[in-house]
């Protein structure tokens, strides 16, 4: 089974072709990324219009790229999967639409993806993970624990409550003037800093569930720079790398002690091989990495923790998720609509622990 994945809701205008094997593993054949972070790089943030129009003009050459690379043509694709949301709506439809086009022409089914499935299921993409497993997703736009009980059922038990770990950390490189990525360079600072010279929150820690909060967090390392401009007028390199290590550990921290509560209440679920994976580009991150892991041993679970590029935004993971819907039998007909908001979680926590 050979799936052609299109993936357009944010930033990045990607192709993949994947291919499930009859041993159920699975093989990427291409996966094309274009990234426009220099168009948007002017104005702080995605635009969503500029977005839009170079999605629109890369698509079909990302396609062309990503079948040329596998060696295959439209008609030896079995279907066409596309990232019908959530996102930015502009560039959702120029994917739809796209994938629509190809289905039509081609005469392929076509399969309509939730982007958040595609990082929750990719896992099972790169180590054939079996359900249900926990994944941590922890991006630039998401943080969200859940349970993915089957391709398409995931139990959401908490996620942030206000900013995403990644948006903090972008926040915080700001403020304090370490360069962007934020991630990475405050990764860098951290290696050569004191994390206990600054003392950061652990936001709600202290609240039952696993609920989380960043913001607070950013606003703590706001007044500890304003301290040091007002001490000595300005931050020594030191002082950047004490901060980003105060407050990479602080992230970690939260994490580390929600995802627990997470893998307490997943336990209750009964897994027979029981498992955790990270997803999203917070999971590059070193120290959260190794944090997570440790306790995921502690607690005897299997810690998976795909590649970075296929933690970041992908079409592999869309393609991949293709091929598992597809295998439902759930397949889309070219009344598909793009979805700016669709949240990924099916079941309410509250039925955890009833067995349902
Ligand atoms: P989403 O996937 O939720 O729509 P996105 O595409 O912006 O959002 P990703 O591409 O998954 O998110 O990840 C980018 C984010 O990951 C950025 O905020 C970046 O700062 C963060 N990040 C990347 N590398 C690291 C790192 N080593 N440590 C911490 N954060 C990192
Ligand atoms: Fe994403």
Redesign the pocket.
């Known amino acids: 089974l050979t799936v052609l994945g299109l993936e357009s809701?944010?930033?990045?205008t990607a192709a993949a072709v994947v291919r499930r094997t009859a041993d159920g593993a699975a093989d990427i054949l291409s996966s094309v990324v274009f990234g426009q972070a220099d168009l948007h790089a002017d104005f702080g943030g995605?635009v969503p219009e500029i977005a839009a129009r170079a999605h629109a003009s890369k698509l079909d050459v990302a396609v062309k790229q990503a079948l040329t690379e596998a060696d295959l043509t439209l008609n030896a694709i079995d279907a066409i999967a596309v990232t019908a949301g959530p996102?930015l709506i502009g560039g959702v439809m120029s994917g739809v639409m796209c994938a629509k086009g190809l289905a039509a022409g081609a005469s392929k089914p076509l399969i309509g993806v939730n982007?958040?499935a595609g990082?929750a299921l990719t896992p099972r993409l790169t180590d054939q993970l079996n359900f249900p497993y926990l994944v941590l997703?922890?991006?630039?736009?998401?943080c969200q624990l859940l349970i993915a009980r089957s391709a398409t059922e995931f139990m959401r038990l908490g996620g942030t409550i206000d900013d995403?770990?990644?948006?903090?950390?972008?926040k915080v490189?700001k403020l304090i003037g370490v360069s962007?990525?934020?991630?990475?360079n405050?990764?860098r600072a951290a290696k050569t800093g004191d994390a206990t010279r600054f003392q950061l929150p652990r936001p709600l820690l202290d609240r039952p569930g696993c609920d989380m909060s960043f913001s607070g967090l950013k606003t703590a390392a706001l007044r500890a720079r304003d301290a040091l401009i007002a001490a000595q007028g300005g931050l020594q390199p030191q002082d950047q790398c004490d901060l980003s290590a105060a407050f990479?550990s602080a992230?970690a921290d939260v994490l580390v002690e929600k995802t627990d509560r997470a893998i307490t209440a997943y336990l209750d679920v009964g897994p027979r091989s029981p498992a955790i994976a990270v997803?999203?580009?917070?999971?590059?991150?070193?120290?959260?990495r190794h944090a997570l892991e440790n306790r995921a041993t502690d607690r005897g679970l299997r810690f998976v923790a795909p590649p970075?590029a296929l933690?970041?935004?992908n079409a592999a993971m869309i393609a991949w998720a293709g091929i598992e819907r597809y295998q439902l039998g759930l397949v889309d007909d070219l009344t598909l609509a793009a979805r700016p908001r669709w949240p990924l979680d099916t079941k309410s926590a509250a039925l955890l622990g009833s067995g349902k």
Do not use: Y
Not at 9 to 12: A, G, K, R, V
Not at 164 to 170: C, K, L, N, Q, R
């Open positions: 809701s944010c930033d990045d995605v996102g982007h958040l990082h997703l922890v991006s630039g736009g998401h995403a770990p990644g948006e903090a950390f972008d490189a962007q990525p934020g991630g990475p405050i990764e990479q992230v997803a999203g580009g917070v999971a590059a991150n070193m120290q959260i970075l933690c970041t935004d």
